[in-house]
């Protein structure tokens, strides 16, 4: 059936969108005709009309994965997501490639399953580098590799494909990876890159509310899961694939967050992805631009600058909390600095619907509160 959502005549924007100020780095702005789609009744989620639904979504899925693989949702944020590809694929070993808060996360569920999980780390900020990991996985003891493509706690694009190269070439573990901040924002191209389990949310560059969950499974990794004893239940994705292939969810799924789904893959498909991508870009370009000229700086090292969020320095004077709730005294929602960078940074989340018109808004009432002394903002008042 045809995305009842995939109007060419209808406009991405209502008047109830403009301007956005919300630059959350997940949850995203969701657009008001999502937001609406939801108020449907509780259907029966096995059922005349929830099924075709779920169809339509089980099919559009795969191409914002570049993949031929399926891709499975789950009722649940990341995390579950994010624990279930190690408890489905992984026995005994895996590396985690450690360069920011989330990626840290990964490693410490690791080894709150059990795994002997090891870390490869560099400091916040700084992207991970494949000749580094290709040392390490050389020597084949791993299972399975963990990747965060962008890091949100420091905005940094981890070097996605190459990284998976080097595993690939040196070793047979699996490429785990966790695109939730990245996926609908920048290219993640699963199948050409090699990309055993790809993970996002709802919430993020989908610009979806949050609640669901979705990841993408190769056929090896498909095939490690027959081997793994202990896969939980809600954490089994073996048994998420077949009930997939059977049309459905695992168990009861949060309704209203797969009807918004349904409503921003039409919306998707209007923008289409490549032109989503270019925005994405723009969007960092002037960020990064405004940030240059105004003495802020970008918390993630030159070259591997996320297009979907950028974490930058207060400048001097200001303790970055400050600015965050001067900004709110506008009207505007930043995302606070996260992690070991909470005091130093503030994060601004130019993912999902944000426009470029939307950002220059930011940037002026940003631009305002830079000129004023420190002691006037809104917190210390
Ligand atoms: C890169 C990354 N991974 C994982 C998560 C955790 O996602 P969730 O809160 O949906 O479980 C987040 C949330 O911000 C994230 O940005």
Redesign the pocket.
């Known amino acids: 059936m045809a995305n009842p959502h995939l109007d060419r005549s209808a406009s991405l924007r209502s008047a109830a969108d403009d301007p956005i100020r919300f630059f959350l780095p997940?949850p995203s702005y969701v657009l008001a005709r999502v937001r609406e789609a939801q108020t449907r009744a509780t259907v029966a989620h096995r059922g005349p009309i929830f099924n075709p639904v779920y169809e339509r979504i089980a099919r559009q899925l795969p191409s914002l994965f570049a993949t031929r693989s399926p891709v499975v949702t789950a009722t649940g944020?990341?995390?579950l997501m994010?624990q279930a590809c190690l408890q489905s694929t992984v026995e005994r070993r895996s590396l985690h490639l450690v360069n920011g808060a989330?990626s840290q996360r990964w490693f410490e569920i690791a080894r709150s399953l059990g795994l002997e999980a090891e870390r490869l780390a560099v400091p916040f900020g700084q992207a991970i580098d494949p000749s580094q990991v290709r040392e390490v996985v050389r020597s084949g003891r791993f299972e399975a590799v963990t990747v965060?493509h962008?890091?949100?706690s420091t905005g940094v694009l981890n070097p996605l494909a190459d990284l998976a190269r080097v595993v690939r070439e040196e070793s047979d573990a699996l490429v785990l990876v966790?695109a939730?901040?990245s996926l609908a924002g920048t290219p993640v191209a699963t199948d050409e890159w090699g990309l055993d389990l790809v993970v996002t949310?709802s919430?993020k560059a989908l610009a979806v509310p949050?609640g669901v969950?979705f990841v993408s499974v190769s056929e090896r990794a498909e095939a490690r899961m027959s081997a793994v004893e202990s896969r939980g239940y809600y954490t089994d994705l073996a048994r998420y694939l077949a009930k997939h292939r059977g049309g459905g969810t695992l168990s009861t799924p949060v309704e209203s967050v797969y009807w918004a789904l349904d409503a921003q893959l039409g919306h998707l498909a209007l923008e289409g992805l490549e032109p989503r991508f270019r925005r994405h870009l723009r969007l960092r370009q002037r960020t990064l631009e405004w940030a240059k000229a105004h003495g802020f700086e970008p918390a993630a090292a030159e070259g591997h600058r996320s297009p979907t969020v950028t974490a930058l320095r207060a400048p001097a004077g200001w303790a970055a909390p400050d600015f965050v709730s001067a900004l709110a005294a506008e009207g505007y929602t930043l995302g606070p600095g996260y992690a070991e960078l909470a005091a130093t940074t503030f994060r601004i989340g130019h993912m999902g619907e944000i426009l470029e018109r939307d950002l220059e808004g930011l940037l002026d009432a940003m631009e305002e509160i830079a000129e004023r002394p420190p002691s006037l903002t809104s917190s210390s008042l």
């Open positions: 997940g944020s990341a995390t994010l989330f965060v962008c890091e949100t966790d939730v901040s949310a919430q949050p969950s």
